[in-house]
């Protein structure tokens, strides 16, 4: 990856989040992370959970799934500006932890975000966050990629999380191709 990823300004997550406590990730958190880039964004890009963002002197830097993120939109011709990235999880998991309740915990979280921000598509990224929203089938991204679904009214497409792709590079080229996908159907709005 020839390229300089850049880091996207984080966006403040509200009141109500910072003082949750429906799950036990509320008693390792560091902090709530609600979501990065464009606020306004007509792509909502939904990851698992947030990563390590600061290193241990709390400098910002780029991790694995940001720099993959950002080298698949810019092979893809998809602009940075146009995306807005959130998490299942609002917060980075640090230990072990009850994963399905977190995820029913932060559902809330997810639904107010996808109401507040009224993305025009969802581009969801990895095993995860398929099954997450797509609970009643047995989703994967292999089965799903590569085609439109329906979520909360939002048309989504699906493809592999960037650690996948950075751990299995042959998968870039599904990776590139499902955000030539989402960069198309941009061209409809």
Known sequence: MDFKPVILEEESAPPHAKECRRCELSMQRHRVIWGEGNPRAPIFILLDNPGAREDREGN???CGTRETLQYGMRVAGLDIS???VSYLLKCRPIRAYDKPAAREA???HLKLQFQE???RLLFGLGNVVVQSLFPEEEADV???RGRWHTVQGIPAAVSYHPLAVRRR???MKYFVEDMKLVAEQMKNF
């Open 106 to 108: 932060c559902s809330m």
């Open 142 to 144: 292999k089965s799903y």
């Open 169 to 171: 590079p042959n998968l």
């Open 60 to 62: 910002s830097f780029i």
């Open 117 to 119: 921000k009224q993305p």
């Open 82 to 84: 146009l995306v807005y």
